[in-house]
T-cell receptor
């Protein structure tokens, strides 16, 4: 199956700092999504990207669809305590059928007040 | 407008028992997906169903696992003769069609096999 690698695996940052994380795949994707998962809950969609090179913002979050179509990046500016959680990238492969996504391994974010 | 409802939230089964996980999609959603999340891992696709039809079960283990989405009632993921390795969080998502922005996850069922 498709392999999505996220890095870093975990981050511990001070409140107010900016955060960057990325996701790489072994094959081309035509859609990238970024989700946040709080403990004991399901993932919630943050940002969706549909075109190579696309840069999209949602408040303090900015994500980019890499030009190679094999990677994506998520930035969080001026982090706050409620940003704590696990961030997952997900993608729909270019050659994929059906409506399933492949998920990355997650980046666990801890914000220290 | 209720979201995707999954029950039970937590389920404990002894090895060899059956586990039944239920998912009621959002109102107006006719597409249901099941994903499994092992501890400290991402979600892995299991099966995609529309009403009364299995569209894609490529992620489903060949034995002991089955899924259905009947004309009436919730979607059911059934695991027979559970083993310790089945312990995981099982998430259901629903969508009204092929619209990624409206793909909504439930809060999951945490299965523990003892």
């Amino acid at each position: 199956g498709q392999q999505l690698n996220q890095s870093p695996q975990s981050m511990f940052i001070q409140e107010g700092e900016d955060v960057s994380m990325n996701c790489t795949s072994s094959s081309i994707f035509n859609t990238w999504l970024w989700y946040k998962q709080d403990p004991g809950e399901g993932p919630v969609l943050l940002i969706a990207l549909y075109k190579a090179g696309e840069l999209t913002s949602n408040g303090r979050l900015t994500a980019q669809f890499g030009t190679t179509r094999k990677d994506s990046f998520l930035n969080i500016s001026a982090s706050i305590p409620s940003d704590v959680g696990i961030y997952f990238c997900a993608g729909h492969p270019f050659s994929g059928t059906g409506n399933q996504f492949y998920f990355g391994t997650g980046t666990s974010l801890t914000v220290i007040p | 407008n209720a979201g995707v409802m999954q029950n039970p939230r937590h389920l404990v089964r002894r090895r060899g028992q059956e586990a039944r996980l239920r998912c009621s999609p959002m109102k107006g959603h006719s597409h249901v997906y099941w994903y499994r999340q092992l501890p400290e891992e991402g979600l892995k696709f299991m099966v995609y169903l529309q009403k009364e039809n299995i569209i894609d079960e490529s992620g489903m283990p060949k034995e002991r696992f089955s899924a259905e989405f009947p004309k009436e009632g919730p979607s059911i993921l059934r695991i027979q003769q559970v083993v310790r390795g089945d312990s995981a969080a099982y998430f259901c998502a629903s969508s009204p069609g092929r619209d990624f922005l409206r793909y909504t996850f439930g809060s999951g069922t945490r299965l523990t096999v003892v």
